[in-house]
């Protein structure tokens, strides 16, 4: 199965301001998007589809750099609007957001043989729920690179599965369910014939992309549910859905920069320059070429600043001057595990995004980031909700505190509640992505 075609792009303003007309662009999104290489593709058409042009991180910008572009770094993408020149007091207006979730990724050589079956040979990749992993179809995307270079973008329809123990033959399997990563979650995918090649999997994986076998260097592939996002509830409020955690994100920043773009004179003249980035390796720490750890948006906002006028110490008062809002998902309050939250502080799914705080700063939030966060909102006209963790429960991070380090800059963490997070099937509300969006909006507009 390959890919099949991208939705059409729907009117901006609808998406952003409908919650149905954004349910479904969110279901399309993630929908193109069973990898981080598939989401920055799919930001980038839908970029382009909007008047964005990209350009090239190998050759100088010196000259004719668009004023609405995106670069693509592997999984990473990241998009600007500039205005003509800096006025005084302008300052980057930055949204960030990741696109890789956790997954199982196939190792080289990822064919075994075992008992009659054929498994791939995967390692966990990132911190999923392991048990939601289990009995659900999957398929596989990422990339191959041929010896030329060249990179290819491939995914399977539902191919493989890890299956579990029934319990006839582990009673104790609903009592003490223990998952070894070496050992129980090798997804299966096939019989094992008798002249089984060891690069199986390699070879499927190259006939779906059209290359030859023998030309394949190396993959980054990964497991992903292939069940459909839906709806559901009472009154169909919630989405449940793989990788909300941080498609969901991703997927507020794009539509917010869709309907500056479609509003023509909104981003005609910018005030301050806008840039959405969405990083890679999130999950996985972000130390890398397209993480948040490593130089891609620091790289990016030099190059910016110089096309506009800004080195040295300019380009370190533009820094000074600028501000970042991290979006990234978050956690509502679980009914059934409510002593795991904060007893004052517990968000709702629907109720509007989350604005995380953490005396540890494993989110980067202060007051100055909180005030930059509540003008957006007022603006907007959105509801937000604060999350802190219990003081007895281990707080996760984001990018946030990575990009407030490496820039400098004041930075604030936000994201949609979700249940489940981490799990193979997550779930949101579909009122809170709406909303995360129009103050996004309203932040890049000069809340």
């Known amino acids: 199965m390959t890919d099949a075609a991208s939705a059409p792009t729907r009117d901006a303003a609808a998406i952003l301001r409908d919650e149905n007309a954004y349910t479904d662009s969110l279901i399309d999104f993630v929908t193109a998007s069973p990898s981080s290489y598939h989401a920055a593709a799919e930001v980038a058409r839908r970029l382009e589809g909007a008047g964005f042009t990209r350009a090239d991180e190998t050759v100088t910008w010196e000259e004719g750099l668009a004023r609405r572009g995106y670069v693509i770094r592997d999984g990473a993408i990241a998009a600007w609007a500039l205005p003509e020149a800096l006025t005084p007091g302008a300052g980057l207006r930055i949204v960030g957001a990741h696109t890789d979730s956790p997954a199982l990724k196939l190792k080289p050589a990822a064919a075994l043989v075992r008992s009659g079956w054929q498994l791939i040979n995967a390692e966990v990749y990132g911190g999923p729920l392991l048990a939601s992993f289990l009995d659900r179809e999957l398929g596989l995307a990422g990339r191959l690179t041929t010896r030329d270079g060249a990179v290819h973008l491939v995914r399977t329809g539902p191919i493989a599965r890890v299956a579990q123990i029934a319990p006839h033959l582990d009673r104790s399997v609903n009592d003490t369910l223990h998952l070894d990563r070496q050992t129980h979650l090798l997804p299966l995918w096939s019989l094992a014939a008798p002249d089984a090649a060891p690069d199986a999997v390699e070879t499927h994986l190259c006939e779906i992309a059209g290359i030859d076998p023998a030309e ?220 995360l969006a129009q103050a996004l909006h309203a932040y890049w507009q000069g809340a």
């Not at 890679?280 to 790289?299: I, K, M």
């Not at 501000?323 to 799914?349: E, N, R």
């Not at 006209?381 to 400098?408: E, H, K, M, W, Y």
Request: hydrophobic letters at 40%.
């Open 216 to 435: 394949l260097a190396g993959h980054d592939v990964l497991t992903y549910p292939t069940q459909a996002p839906a709806r559901f509830g009472r009154d169909g409020e919630f989405l449940a859905s793989s990788r909300l955690d941080n498609l969901s994100s991703v997927h507020a920043g794009l539509v917010a920069l869709e309907a500056l773009a479609a509003a023509g004179t909104e981003l005609a003249e910018p005030a301050d320059p806008i840039i959405l980035v969405a990083f890679d390796h999130e999950e996985v720490g972000s130390d890398t070429r397209s993480g948040a750890g490593g130089p891609f948006l620091e790289t990016l906002l030099r190059r910016l600043a110089r096309a506009l006028g800004a080195s040295g110490d300019g380009l370190d008062a533009l820094l000074a001057r600028s501000t970042c809002v991290s979006a990234d998902a978050g956690h509502s309050v679980h009914p059934s595990y409510a002593h795991l939250h904060d007893p004052a502080v517990q968000p709702l799914i629907n109720h509007g995004p989350l604005l995380k705080i953490n005396a540890q700063q494993r989110y980067a939030t202060d007051a100055a980031g909180a005030a930059i966060w509540a003008r957006a909102c007022t603006a907007a006209g959105v509801p937000s909700q604060d999350f802190v963790s219990n003081n007895t429960v281990p707080c996760g991070s984001t990018i946030g505190p990575i990009t407030a380090t490496r820039l400098g800059i004041t930075t604030v963490d936000v994201g949609v509640p979700l249940l489940s997070m981490h799990s193979a099937r997550e779930m949101c509300g579909v009122q809170d992505g709406p909303w």
